[in-house]
Nanobody
Framework: VQLQASGGGLVQAGGSLRLSCAAS????????VGWFRQAPGKEREFVAA????????YYADSVKGRFSISRDNARNTVYLQMNSLRPEDTAVYYC???????????????????WGQGTEVTVSS
């Protein structure tokens, strides 16, 4: 499956953005999709993930209550709605997918086989 992330941009603190991860090829509905981010000079970190059915979602503590992940399998797209953005949310955001990932590994970027190219989010103070 090929992934294309989009929706990044420049926003003021407190604002919102919605990222999209569009998939092509493969059976998208069978993939767990995760969002990760990497800020300058830092390691890539887990942000959120959603299971193939869309019934279960998982979040990093730093974004819980502010970000929401969802998916539309008919459109082969996963969304990350980001509200109440903070300067520390500034990063390049990547979406990733895997069809076999287990729950205990869902926050581990090394466990995802397929990656999009990243979309940059900048939050100004």
């Amino acid at each position: 499956v090929q992934l294309q992330a989009s929706g990044g941009g420049l926003v003021q603190a407190g604002g919102s953005l919605r990222l999209s991860c569009a998939a092509s090829g493969g059976t998208f509905g069978s993939y767990t999709v995760g969002w990760f981010r990497q800020a300058p000079g830092k390691e890539r970190e887990f942000v959120a993930a959603i299971r193939s059915s869309g019934g279960f979602a998982y979040y990093a503590d730093s974004v819980k209550g502010r970000f929401s992940i969802s998916r539309d399998n008919a459109r082969n797209t996963v969304y990350l709605q980001m509200n109440s953005l903070r300067p520390e949310d500034t990063a390049v955001y990547y979406c990733a997918a895997d069809s076999k990932i287990i729950l205990s590994s869902i926050r581990m970027d090394g466990q995802y086989d397929h990656w999009g190219q990243g979309t940059e989010v900048t939050v100004s103070s």
